[in-house]
């Protein structure tokens, strides 16, 4: 019930790709989602939050989608950069939870 | 601002040595404290956390401890270091559930 399920595992693509990380989640009470960008030797940091009051949300070149009746949701990065590269974390919490669930990551590589 | 810190950054320990790993959080009162360890394709899984001085949620069964003597300080430990201990450990803050956790730069500890 407390599981975040992340792929791929590993994604590369050229520069100017959109790049697409998929989650899914069991866990009807989760109703928080943010997604976490981590450099190597860096802790993560946050990129972009959603909640399932909306379907998308948009800040910059990233997109977060939301489909609640299939417990899923994923990030979109347009017109990706080499300094994308980085490993991306979904996450999910419950309401009154302190508890953030992470998904195992994605590595993601943008070619130049 | 708040900021977060977590040291040292990198430390090498051999087995059966104690531990101990600080991190403090300036700019906030009354943060909700994590510990979390991050192993290679396991994402981050949350070893502990805290919502207030002296009280401590252990997330799971391990040989490590900790504990919160101050308002803005968690200290992860071990009696006696096991070379399974090895890994990316981060200390995180938030204000509150459901809401922005902020990352500390990590301790790569190896265990020898």
């Known amino acids: 019930q407390q599981q975040v399920k992340q792929s791929p595992q590993s994604l590369i693509v050229q520069k100017g790709g959109i790049p697409i990380i998929n989650c899914a989640y069991e866990n009807t009470a989760f109703d928080y989602f943010p997604w976490y960008q981590q450099f190597p030797g860096k802790g993560p940091a946050l990129l972009i939050a959603?909640?399932?009051?909306?379907s998308e949300k948009k800040e910059g070149r990233f997109t977060i989608s939301f489909n609640k009746s299939a417990k899923q949701f994923s990030l979109h990065i347009m017109d990706s950069q080499p300094g994308d590269s980085a490993t991306y974390f979904c996450?999910?919490?419950?309401?009154?939870?302190?508890?953030?669930?992470f998904g195992k990551g994605t590595k993601l590589t943008v070619n130049p | 601002s708040q900021t977060i810190h977590q040291w040292p950054a990198t430390l090498v320990q051999p087995v059966g040595s104690p531990l101990s790993l600080e991190c403090t959080v300036e700019g906030t009162s009354n943060p909700n404290l994590y510990w979390y360890r991050q192993a290679a394709g396991r994402g981050l899984q949350l070893l502990f956390y805290?919502?207030?001085?002296?009280?401590i949620s252990s997330e799971v069964p391990q040989n490590l401890s900790a504990s919160r003597p101050q308002d803005r300080q968690f200290i992860l430990s071990s009696k006696k270091l096991l070379l399974s201990d090895s890994g990316f450990y981060l200390c995180?803050?938030?204000?509150?559930?459901?809401?922005?956790?902020?990352f500390g730069q990590g301790t790569r500890l190896t265990v020898v």
């Open positions: 959603i909640r399932p009051d909306v």
């Open positions: 996450a999910a919490s419950r309401g009154g939870s302190e508890k953030l669930v």
């Open positions: 805290s919502v207030g001085i002296g009280q």
């Open positions: 995180a803050w938030s204000s509150g559930a459901n809401t922005e956790a902020f």
